[in-house]
Nanobody, 120 residues
Framework: QVYLVESGGGSVEAGGSLMLTCSAS????????MAWYRQVPGKERELVAT???????TYMDDVKGRFTIFQDNTKDTLYLRMYNLKIEDTARYVC??????????????WGPGTQVTVSA
């Protein structure tokens, strides 16, 4: 059984920085990409960043150049470093990994999330 637990959220002023951490247990997810999503009540969930097994990363346009996704060598921990935070970055940030429900990779496994609040 794989569990994901996020931490590192908080309240910061615009222009500030945070680093989010996702601690993962188990091994089944390690052969698949991982991702950070963010969710604001009443809005669609946004895919913020992904990292593939070879280290290739992707980012949504709004965070390019400000956010960095990376993992430790064991892939037990996923990070999201966030610089120059904007008010519109306020959201609950959720770590996602493969659910191991079939042979294809997905982002079907979620952690509870960590809240990021950016103020003026």
């Amino acid at each position: 059984q794989v569990y994901l637990v996020e931490s590192g959220g908080g309240s910061v002023e615009a222009g500030g920085s945070l680093m989010l951490t996702c601690s993962a247990s188990g091994n089944s997810y390690k052969s698949c990409p991982m991702a950070w999503y963010r969710q604001v009540p009443g809005k669609e969930r946004e895919l913020v960043a992904t990292i593939d097994t070879d280290g290739t990363t992707t980012y949504m346009d709004d965070v390019k150049g400000r956010f960095t996704i990376f993992q430790d060598n064991t892939k037990d921990t996923l990070y999201l470093r966030m610089y120059n935070l904007k008010i519109e970055d306020t959201a609950r940030y959720v770590c996602a990994a493969d659910s191991n429900s079939d042979l294809e990779c997905d982002f079907g496994l979620w952690g509870p999330g960590t809240q990021v609040t950016v103020s003026a």
